[in-house]
């Protein structure tokens, strides 16, 4: 029998609960490539599957995580071989199959990606699901044809992990960028990253008017709801907005007003099961166009049995850009 250590969410009478403990590797779900993961990193929707504040977790137990990087240790798939270093976000992992804050993990080899040339294990999973949503958000306003000569962009919940990545990114392709936050502590940290202006969440947080001045050009929104609406409001004609989160909530309180009297359109970004060549594409992007070090300004590394501790805080809004979790 081969053990490893892993967190695992159980659920019994008394409801959910989380643990840190030896999981055998017998009880790893199917999959023809089996991974031994060195990192992984903590997004949103790990907090809620850790804390079990949404039904985020689908089959019982589970190990959560949605990202991890690592080297693939066997392979029944021709396209991997041991020794290869690869990166997984998505598909369902951490959710409806066992995870990433174990020691090993065994999927399917056509839900990897091999680790993109210059980037380590650790950045890859600094930029983790949320970077790689925020390229996705930056993919869609680029077909959409939308540019920083129309005017400026406006990132939601910009000291979030999927913000931080975007407000680095916009900066980096022109963008005059406009970070919204709740936290007046964190616009130094933001101007770091490249955003020229801070844009104070309650401006755009409460409930709204169907269309308002026109302040910008482009927005990518990670918060949903009131906030959502705001920034459809506000958008000039024939701008565009990718919507990728809802850390505010579900609901969308707009009218049809933004898309028919402005031709504003919203692009939505699934992450989750993007097709594998817009999934590479993404990677590739990110490994030319991400500053390494406004990454690693956003970044912070704690280990595994760590990371358990951490999913309140998430959930809370209390945690700064990235958090890299080191399995090994």
């Not at 643990?19 to 999959?31: I, K, N, Q, T, V």
């Not at 979030?160 to 963008?175: E, I, K, N, P, Q």
Request: a negative charge; charged letters at 20%; hydrophobic letters at 45%.
């Amino acid at each position: 029998m081969t053990t490893f250590k892993a967190w695992v969410v159980e659920k019994g009478e008394g409801g959910q609960s989380l643990a840190f403990r030896d999981f055998d590797e017998a009880d790893l779900m199917p999959g023809n490539v089996t991974v031994r993961v060195s990192h992984s990193t903590l997004n949103y929707k790990d907090g809620l599957a850790m804390t079990g504040k949404s039904p985020v977790v689908r089959r019982f137990p589970m190990i959560p995580g949605i990202d991890f990087a690592g080297t693939v240790e066997t392979s029944e798939d021709p396209a991997y071989k041991p020794g290869d270093p690869v990166v997984l976000t998505g598909w369902g992992v951490g959710e409806t199959h066992l995870g990433a804050y174990a020691e090993k993990a065994r999927v399917r080899g056509d839900w990897l990606v091999p680790l993109p040339e210059g980037l380590s294990p650790a950045e890859a999973m600094a930029i983790g699901t949320a970077g790689y949503t925020a390229m996705l958000c930056l993919m869609a306003l680029d077909a959409h044809g939308v540019t920083p000569k129309d005017g400026p962009a406006i990132v939601t919940g910009a000291s979030g992990g999927v913000g931080s990545v975007a407000v680095a990114l916009l900066a980096r392709a022109g963008w005059h960028v406009l970070a919204s936050t709740g936290r007046e502590d964190e616009a130094e940290y933001l101007r770091g990253l490249g955003a020229a202006e801070i844009v104070d969440r309650n401006e755009l947080s409460a409930p709204g008017k169907p269309l308002a001045k026109e302040r910008w050009a482009a927005g990518i929104d990670a918060v949903g709801s009131s906030t959502l609406a705001n920034v459809l409001a506000q958008t000039k004609s024939d701008g565009a907005v990718a919507a990728c989160g809802l850390a505010q909530g579900m609901d969308l309180p707009t009218t049809v007003a933004p898309f028919i009297l402005r031709g504003v359109s919203l692009l939505g970004i699934n992450s989750v099961t993007t097709p594998q060549p817009k999934r590479r594409a993404a990677w590739a992007r990110l490994a030319r166009e991400l500053d390494r070090e406004k990454l690693a300004a956003m970044t912070r590394t704690v280990s595994l049995p760590e990371i358990g501790g951490l999913a309140e805080e998430i959930l809370a809004g209390r945690v700064r850009g990235r958090t890299v979790v080191e399995i090994a």
